[in-house]
T-cell receptor, first 113, second 115 residues
Framework: GNSVTQMEGPVTLSEEAFLTINCTYT??????LFWYVQYPGEGLQLLLK?????DKGSNKGFEATYRKETTSFHLEKGSVQVSDSAVYFC????????????FGSGTKLNVKP | ETGVTQSPTHLIKTRGQQVTLRCSSQ?????VSWYQQALGQGPQFIFQ???????GRGNFPPRFSGLQFPNYSSELNVNALELDDSALYLC??????????????FGPGTRLLVL
């Protein structure tokens, strides 16, 4: 079956530190992979995506590369800001007519000034 | 802003009651999915609607039901509410094309509290 595993949080970093949030997946077929971000009291916002192996998604300084050989999609950012504090969710979608999304449990990021 | 709206934003009900949550899709999108997000957890898939028909369902009992209307807006109905139904309910819209690959765009959610 399909599933997503994320590193447990919270992750606490100082401003301008390097960020890595690990995400691994199990899937049948060739899923698309996503990172969503959720700010307190809000819904999920799409951060970036990759639809095939070796694709790199990027947005707002965040990057993630679809690694089929390691079934991973780790999120990275070179220099975090206080405004990046949020909960980050890794997700995969199976292909075909029924495009169900599977989410990880989320990783809370706290960035201190 | 994703263009996906949900109403109401917050709701308080008592056990055994029924609730209807509403979602308006992003313009041009033809598919709506509903998720339940318990506190501190990731969203769990409830079901998806495409062309006004249920097109897939997660591990939720039949008292969770839905509708999709010709304008692609949608409703989630929950009967016989239980305490464990307290959660954030998220609606996501997407455009189903020929490639089979979709990106889901989420609304802000409805926070339901069952007492």
């Amino acid at each position: 079956g399909n599933s997503v595993t994320q590193m447990e949080g919270p992750v606490t970093l100082s401003e301008e530190a390097f960020l890595t949030i690990n995400c691994t997946y199990t899937a049948t077929g060739y899923p698309s992979l996503f990172w969503y971000v959720q700010y307190p009291g809000e819904g999920l916002q799409l951060l970036l995506k990759a639809t095939k192996a070796d694709d790199k998604g990027s947005n707002k300084g965040f990057e993630a590369t679809y690694r089929k050989e390691t079934t991973s999609f780790h999120l990275e950012k070179g220099s975090v800001q206080v405004s990046d504090s949020a909960v980050y969710f890794c997700a995969l979608s199976d292909q075909g007519n029924f495009n169900k999304f599977y989410f990880g449990s989320g990783t809370k990021l706290n960035v201190k000034p | 802003e994703t263009g996906v709206t949900q109403s109401p934003t917050h709701l308080i009900k008592t056990r055994g009651q029924q609730v209807t949550l509403r979602c308006s899709s992003q313009s041009g999108h033809n598919t709506v999915s509903w998720y339940q997000q318990a506190l501190g957890q990731g969203p769990q898939f409830i079901f998806q609607y495409y062309r006004e028909e249920e097109n897939g369902r997660g591990n939720f009992p039949p008292r969770f039901s839905g509708l999709q209307f010709p304008n692609y807006s949608s409703e989630l109905n929950v009967n016989a509410l239980e305490l464990d139904d307290s959660a954030l309910y998220l609606c996501a819209s997407s455009l189903r094309g020929t490639s089979g690959k979709q990106t889901q765009y989420f609304g802000p959610g409805t926070r339901l509290l069952v007492l």
